[in-house]
């Protein structure tokens, strides 16, 4: 089995991943999600994998179905694919930026899709979004 990592210094050099060692959830939570959202599709893409099951862990993931079916429906690397969301008791307390919103519908993802999450990103809605969206 060959294995791949989606680093980036300022978003992932980090010992804890939702907060730091005193409980502080980081304020980029939002930001770091779609970073690695996009960058797991990107990658799979550039290695030309046409993958049948994509299988998703925890909210961190929770973005991926979202931009699978929205944003690259239409590309033939994904055209047969189905997602699996799994649940984690590994939530986040605070509900991330507001911010989230506006940077997914800019990433081009319709007002539609974004429902469950407007006006209240946090843990629940992060994992009805992406539940709602899977397979």
């Keep these: 089995m ?3 990592f989606i ?3 300022d978003y ?7 907060s730091d060692a005193s409980g502080n959830e980081y304020e980029d939570n939002d930001e770091r999600a779609i970073f690695f959202a996009r960058g797991v599709i990107e990658t799979v893409k550039k290695l030309r994998w046409s993958p049948d099951i994509v299988h998703c862990h925890g909210w961190l993931t929770s973005l991926v179905p979202l931009y699978l079916k929205k944003l ?3 590309d ?9 969301y799994s649940v984690y008791n590994n939530g986040f307390r605070m509900p991330l930026k507001d911010a989230l919103h506006d940077k997914l519908l800019a990433d081009g993802i319709d007002k539609g899709s ?4 407007k006006g209240k990103a946090d843990f629940l ?6 539940a709602e969206i899977s397979d």
């Design 76 to 84: 033939p690397v994904f055209h047969k694919l189905k997602t699996v």
């Design 125 to 130: 809605n992060m994992t009805r979004l992406a």
């Design 12 to 18: 992932f050099q980090r010992k804890h991943t939702v």
């Design 114 to 117: 974004l429902k469950t999450i």
């Design 7 to 9: 680093d980036n210094e």
């Design 2 to 4: 060959q294995v791949y």
């Design 72 to 74: 690259y429906a239409d």
